[in-house]
């Protein structure tokens, strides 16, 4: 029964096929106008049953607002007599999916240090994931080449589902669940070179899980999950093991830097350097992807001959070619990619040199442009700052154009991290006498406040 409305939901209505859909999405806007209609309940009513405002649930219903925080998902499961599996989570209760292992940042920093200088462990340290995993009996299941197979197609499909909508609630818990599952696997029987390709290709999940869980905003799980992506790469035997310690590191640079750290930033790349240097050899477009946040940092830090020269040699580094083919975690590392990245770094160093914002617009068009529906989520990223760029440019009409993209794509695909990049988009708009720069800016702010 609902909270405060003596009112039951019948269990009957969840079994309709356009709620089943809704569910599977996430889509409560659609679940508040059915329950509130067969209910008979206004939406003051129905926000008293979930513990939502009667605005909020508004904003719900008119696609405003997507509820992303999963314990606001259980509660409305728990309010509404939700089937869980319906909603994507494990188990029979919506609440019993357990959380991951949680590290701060400064355990982090040194943490990873240690991981990557240390000769690598068969036993490796005791990661936070491993504290929630149902663990598998050594000799009761034995795996082969199609398991190692069937763990690169999973996390495949994860990470396409990334590029394309970000780490929506369902996304981050069926990869918790598969993430936990997986792990209870490792110490089946298996031959040496199964066992150097399933560990990889299960660092390579939960790397994937990382990003989701950061791209959410759950920092301290996002950090728990690179060490263990970290602790498993280097276990595995597979020689494609020091590419992808080096693109978790790039990831955790990333993290970085969206908290406004470059320094811990510069750390985790510099140590992706010493890992490229001294371990099993790296692929061209990894080195090539290093070198652009390389550049980044460099930007970010104030570092502008730095940047330049790092984003240089990343452009050469793919013509000289060599190394290992490319690995399906640098698959993203497209044309357009490179260009967003240079873009990105263009515009932060047109703070302080505003010759730099030409230049970084067109770049950052060309990187917009190149993202289709498969990169929903990573051209959100691009757009901001492309009117950040656009502004120091002078195209002021072109910079609300482009504005507006980036509120439309941020009003359906759940990102944290697109937040600090409108923020700078406000800061930047600071010109007057612009009616459309000013009506762009307060609809940004009304989906802050709602979004």
Known sequence: MGRGTGRDVDARLFDRRDVREALSDHDFGTVFRVVREEASLTQEQLGLMVGLSQARVSAVERGHHRIRDVAVVVRIAEALGIPAPLLGFPGAAAGAAAPFGRLSRRDLVNASIGLVLAAPSAAGPVEPLERFATRARRGEARLGSADVAAVESITAEWRG?????????????????????????????????????????????????????????????????????????????????TDLVVRALIQMSHHALHLGRPGDALRFLSLAQTAAATGRPVSALTESYLASNLGWCHAAMGNGKSALRALDEGDSLLDTGGGLPAPPWSHHVTGSERAGMRGLALTVLSREDPRHAAPAARLLARAAAGFGPEYDRTRLMVLPVLAIALLRSGEVDSAVATGRQALDVARRIPSVRVRPRLRALLASADQTGNSDLAHLKDDIRAWWTTG
């Open 161 to 241: 589902r990334d590029f394309r909508s970000g780490g929506t609630v369902v996304h981050r818990l069926a990869m918790r669940a598969q993430v936990e599952t997986l792990h209870g696997l490792l110490g089946a029987r298996c031959s040496p070179e199964v066992r150097a390709g399933f560990e990889l290709a299960f660092a390579d999940l939960v790397m994937v899980a990382a990003w989701a869980e950061y791209d959410a905003g759950e920092y301290d799980s996002a950090r728990g999950l690179w060490m263990s992506t970290l602790s498993h790469a280097r276990r595995s035997a597979h020689p494609a093991r």
